[in-house]
């Protein structure tokens, strides 16, 4: 059974850090790897996706890296912004065609001015 | 880009109601919908996949009975918990599949259904 873990649980930095999320997970046949944030009380947005073959994504100041074999994944935020506060989500889509994501419990980041 | 709508945004109701809460793919077609529940603090949980024209595939521990899915169209999607009870007070989180899923195209989220049941 695939299990997805978000380290740390919460994180707080001053504005204008650097910061890495990390996500591991423990099947590594997997489709596809999501990064989502979701703002409180609301649905989630998709950052990045990642693909089984692909190494890593970029987008904007977000970058995401994916090692397959090691059962890892990082989101890089470059010169963090108050408004990047939220709960950052790591999801997995299984192998074998299932479209089914297996979601960790998030890092809550909040950024301060 | 790919927008889902998903409505109503809260609902408090009493206990033994039943509430239908509506998942909508607005600009795109989706042959698969899913349903996600929330709690607090805790990972979002699959509750069932819903094909469009088919019966809805529940994951293991979910009622089927108490948790009716209905995909009767490509762009919509239901979900109607029925004789709501206080323990199904939950955040519930529909998401729509642009595509069919074999290239691993990502999903795209509603912004959820707050459920409060007194």
């Known amino acids: 059974k695939q299990e997805v873990t978000q380290i740390p649980a919460a994180l707080s930095v001053p504005e204008g850090e650097n910061l890495v999320l990390n996500c591991s997970f423990t099947d590594s046949a997997i489709y596809n790897l999501q990064w989502f944030r979701q703002d409180p009380g609301k649905g989630l947005t998709s950052l990045l996706l990642?693909?089984?073959?692909?190494r890593e994504q970029t987008s904007g100041r977000l970058n995401a890296s994916l090692d397959k074999s090691s059962g890892r994944s990082t989101l890089y935020i470059a010169a963090s912004q108050p408004g990047d506060s939220a709960t950052y989500l790591c999801?997995?889509?299984?192998?074998?065609?299932?479209?089914?994501?297996?979601f960790g419990k998030g890092t809550k980041l909040t950024v301060n001015p | 880009g790919a927008v889902v709508s998903q409505h109503p945004s809260r609902v408090i109701c009493k206990s033994g109601t039943s509430v239908k809460i509506e998942c909508r793919s607005l600009?795109?077609?989706?042959?698969?919908m899913f349903w996600y529940r929330q709690f607090p603090k805790k990972s979002l949980m699959l509750m069932a996949t819903s094909n469009e024209g088919s019966k809805a595939t529940y994951e293991q521990g979910v009622e089927k009975d108490k948790f009716l899915i209905n995909h009767a169209s490509l762009t919509l999607s239901t979900l109607t918990v029925t004789s709501a009870h206080p323990e199904d007070s939950s955040f519930y989180i529909c998401s729509a599949l642009e595509g069919s899923g074999a290239q691993g195209e990502a999903q795209h989220f509603g912004d959820g259904t707050r459920l409060s049941i007194l």
């Open positions: 600009d795109f077609q989706a042959t698969t």
């Open positions: 999801a997995v889509s299984s192998q074998g065609g299932s479209e089914k994501l297996v």
């Open positions: 990642i693909q089984s073959s692909q």
